[in-house]
């Protein structure tokens, strides 16, 4: 089963992606989520709950589905 520590890379690159300048938050929370060993389905609903300036909520709910699938696939959730 894989962690949040083995789905970071793919995830940091999702949130670039998706989120350009504003991803620096959404690494930072899971860089921190991966160090606490935090389970990912947690990790994904605080990154849906987040509030960035300038980016719609809309925006980080895509984020953490494309996510959520990644982890899906990997046998993470």
Do not use: C, H, W, Y
């Not at 938050?25 to 605080?46: I, K, M």
């Not at 980016?55 to 984020?63: D, G, H, I, K």
């Amino acid at each position: 089963m894989a962690t949040l520590r083995d789905l970071l890379p793919e995830f940091k690159q999702i949130a670039r992606a998706r989120l350009q300048r504003s991803a620096s938050r959404v690494e930072d929370l899971l860089e921190e989520s991966a160090q606490q060993n935090r389970p990912v389905e947690a990790v994904l609903g605080d990154v849906r709950s987040m509030t960035i300036r300038g980016v719609m909520p809309s925006t980080l709910e895509a984020v953490s589905e494309e996510m959520s699938q990644v982890a899906r696939r990997q046998g993470a959730i």
